[in-house]
């Protein structure tokens, strides 16, 4: 099985691109993002208790989030060739459950993809997005602010833990979704 981490600032492109790979490589796309949502949209329990976290742009905590995905990464599906997490991992103790969650299954994390994103892209690229979908968090500058700052403080640290594994690679997340697409195929061709 093959678990690639697609990661990056909000804005990045990040869910369109993992959709891209899911589909060419045979992977599960799993958006904690879009789970969430999904929670909040069924007004399930779980989905109050984050409903107004997310639209301040903060973090859920790490405990629930770890409920969410073992709901979903038990679901394996037939000719499913590995996962392509997005939005997740987000913190360091979120790094260290997911290692602990492969080991146990004799597995690893194959690949960390990185879009690196100039600020003022994410602003530009947030705000078209904006007004094709309904994200309550997109829509006010100050929470995707606090996005970013979230983004800094608790999830670029993940860079330097990848680092250290060998197994983080960089795109530049400014092109466009084709020439993105085509440099994270690259090198996950060239690792595979
Ligand atoms: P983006 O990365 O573009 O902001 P996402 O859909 O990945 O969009 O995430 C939206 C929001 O959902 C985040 O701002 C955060 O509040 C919450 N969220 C998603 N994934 C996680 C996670 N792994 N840990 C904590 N919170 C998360």
Same mark, same amino acid.
């Given at each position: 099985?093959?678990?690639y981490? #697609?990661? &990056?600032?909000?804005?990045?492109?990040? &869910?369109?691109?993992?959709?891209?790979?899911a589909?060419?490589?045979?992977l599960?796309?799993?958006?904690?993002?879009?789970?969430?949502?999904?929670? @909040?949209?069924?007004?399930? +329990?779980?989905?109050?208790?984050?409903k107004?976290?997310?639209? /301040?742009?903060?973090l859920?905590d790490?405990?629930?989030?770890?409920?969410?995905?073992?709901?979903?990464?038990?679901e394996?599906?037939? &000719? /499913?060739?590995?996962? @392509?997490?997005? &939005?997740?991992?987000?913190? @360091?103790?979120? %790094?260290? *459950?997911?290692?602990?969650?492969?080991? *146990?299954?004799?597995?690893?994390?194959? %690949?960390?993809?990185?879009? +690196?994103?100039?600020?003022?892209? @994410?602003? =530009?690229? #947030? %705000?078209?997005? $904006?007004?094709?979908?309904?994200? !309550?968090d997109?829509m006010?500058? $100050?929470?995707?602010?606090?996005?970013?700052?979230?983004?800094?403080?608790?999830?670029?640290?993940?860079?330097?833990?990848y !680092?250290?594994?060998?197994?983080?690679? =960089?795109?530049?997340?400014?092109?466009?979704?084709?020439? /993105?697409?085509?440099?994270i195929?690259?090198?996950?061709? !060239?690792? !595979?």
């Amino acid at each position: 099985m093959k678990y690639y981490i #697609i990661f &990056g600032p909000p804005g990045a492109g990040k &869910g369109t691109q993992s959709v891209l790979l899911a589909e060419k490589y045979s992977l599960t796309h799993i958006s904690t993002g879009e789970l969430l949502r999904k929670e @909040i949209e069924s007004k399930s +329990e779980l989905g109050l208790k984050v409903k107004a976290i997310i639209e /301040n742009g903060r973090l859920v905590d790490d405990e629930t989030i770890l409920v969410l995905l073992n709901k979903v990464v038990s679901e394996s599906l037939n &000719g /499913n060739k590995g996962y @392509i997490l997005d &939005g997740y991992p987000r913190t @360091i103790p979120q %790094a260290e *459950a997911l290692d602990r969650i492969l080991e *146990a299954k004799g597995q690893k994390v194959s %690949a960390v993809i990185s879009l +690196e994103i100039d600020e003022e892209v @994410i602003f =530009q690229r #947030i %705000a078209l997005r $904006a007004q094709m979908e309904e994200r !309550k968090d997109d829509m006010d500058r $100050a929470t995707i602010e606090n996005r970013i700052v979230q983004y800094h403080k608790k999830t670029e640290p993940l860079i330097s833990y990848y !680092k250290e594994s060998g197994r983080y690679f =960089q795109v530049d997340g400014n092109k466009s979704i084709d020439d /993105n697409f085509k440099d994270i195929c690259d090198i996950i061709d !060239k690792i !595979k």
